[in-house]
T-cell receptor, first 112, second 115 residues
Framework: GENVEQHPSTLSVQEGDSAVIKCTYSDSASNYFPWYKQELGKRPQLIIDIRSNVGEKKDQRIAVTLNKTAKHFSLHITETQPEDSAVYFCAASPSNTGKLIFGQGTTLQVKP | NAGVMQNPRHLVRRRGQEARLRCSPMKGHSHVYWYRQLPEEGLKFMVYLQKENIIDESGMPKERFSAEFPKEGPSILRIQQVVRGDSAAYFC?????????????FGQGTRLTVV
């Protein structure tokens, strides 16, 4: 079955710097890759997603890139702000199943 | 349009009791997924259901856990004879029928504590 690895597990940056989180997946048939942000005690919230027919997607300060050949995808947050501090999860959805296989999570701390 | 509704938000059970967690999907959504999040860990897929059907239960523990999504009413995740290791946050997500692979909308979760 699908397996998703996420790195780093923790990331600390200064406000205004960029943050990059990387994930790899094992199932080449996976075709949907969302990123979720989870604040303490809250539910995961979708921040951006990408499908396998697209290499890059951007939404304001957030961008995601996908390399299907290498089976990895990355989240880029530019001009980080303290309110970006949270746990971020990547996920992969095996072809047409709808279920999500999550990475282990990255705790991002943005220092003011 | 109300989001995915889960109840209760918090549930305390003694070891050996039963826990019932409910999930009402968003209006128009007929796919329901249950995930478990152990303290300070990621989310683990448990089960995928459509109305009256279990589609994929590959993430469900073999014993004590069951799930259903009846024709009428919410989806239910049932844990029998709970143990301390069942303490976790249980999240439900739903997605619409016409687009299987699309964003999943998560509920607020049920935080189960076994004492």
């Amino acid at each position: 079955g699908e397996n998703v690895e996420q790195h780093p597990s923790t990331l600390s940056v200064q406000e205004g710097d960029s943050a990059v989180i990387k994930c790899t997946y094992s199932d080449s048939a996976s075709n949907y890759f969302p990123w979720y942000k989870q604040e303490l005690g809250k539910r995961p919230q979708l921040i951006i997603d990408i499908r396998s027919n697209v290499g890059e997607k951007k939404d304001q300060r957030i961008a995601v890139t996908l390399n299907k050949t290498a089976k990895h995808f990355s989240l880029h947050i530019t001009e980080t702000q303290p309110e970006d501090s949270a746990v971020y999860f990547c996920a992969a959805s095996p072809s047409n199943t709808g279920k999500l296989i999550f990475g282990q999570g990255t705790t991002l701390q943005v220092k003011p | 349009n109300a989001g995915v509704m889960q109840n209760p938000r918090h549930l305390v059970r003694r070891r050996g009791q039963e826990a019932r967690l409910r999930c009402s999907p968003m209006k128009g959504h007929s796919h329901v997924y249950w995930y478990r999040q152990l303290p300070e860990e990621g989310l683990k897929f448990m089960v995928y259901l459509q109305k009256e059907n279990i589609i994929d239960e590959s993430g469900m523990p073999k014993e004590r856990f069951s799930a259903e999504f009846p024709k009428e009413g919410p989806s239910i995740l049932r844990i029998q004879q709970v143990v301390r290791g069942d303490s976790a946050a249980y999240f439900c997500a739903s997605s619409p029928l016409d687009r299987v692979v699309t964003e999943a909308f998560f509920g607020q979760g049920t935080r189960l504590t076994v004492v």
